[in-house]
């Protein structure tokens, strides 16, 4: 019996070690299942985390882009402006020389004219001179002409005589 005991002993201890064995390795899937959930919680937390930082640095690099692409249209109109200032300023350039050219051409012009004139009014003058001289010849100094004229007196009479006088009318004088 004492064999039996010890068999009896030694098997109750074996099912309780075995029973004992079960529940921990019963706890093992379990005790496994909530690593893995806290793991996985973790891993989430992380992921959570991540996603917001690169949130908040996608919502920065969209402000900058933003920015950015404000800017651009800035200058953009800005170009465009002054692109525009440019062509206007082109435009008054060829106006202002196709003037100074026609200002040129009428300058030109004019002293040609003034110069024909200046010839014209010298050869005039002359002309007048020309008629001035010939006009107080003819209207001065022509019509001076003796009115009355004593002969001369005859040789046989004395040589003493006075010579006879002249008087002459001038219509100017």
């Known amino acids: 019996m ?3 005991r010890a068999t009896t002993v030694a098997l109750v ?3 309780f070690l075995g029973g004992l064995a079960q529940p921990v390795s019963a706890d093992d899937p379990i005790s496994e299942a909530l ?3 806290e793991e996985l919680a973790r891993a989430v937390q992380i992921s959570r985390a991540n996603a917001e930082r ?3 640095a996608a919502n920065q690099f969209q402000a900058v882009v933003s920015q950015t692409n404000a800017r651009i249209a800035t200058l953009a109109d ?3 402006s002054a692109q525009s200032e440019a062509d206007q300023l082109f435009y008054q350039i060829q106006i ?3 003037q100074l050219a026609l200002v040129t051409f009428q300058l030109d012009e004019t002293k040609a004219l003034t110069d024909s004139l200046k010839a014209e009014a010298a050869e005039e003058t002359k002309q007048l001179a020309a008629q001035d001289t010939t006009w ?3 209207n001065h100094w022509a019509p001076i002409r003796p009115t009355h004229v004593r002969p001369p007196p005859m040789a046989s009479a004395g040589a003493g005589q ?3 006088r002249q008087t002459t009318k001038c219509r100017g004088c």
């Open 35 to 37: 690593k893995r959930k």
């Open 54 to 56: 690169y949130q908040a």
């Open 96 to 98: 202002a020389e196709e």
């Open 78 to 80: 800005k170009q465009a």
């Open 13 to 15: 201890v074996a099912a």
């Open 162 to 164: 006075a010579r006879p």
């Open 136 to 138: 107080m010849y003819r």
């Open 2 to 4: 004492r064999a039996t």
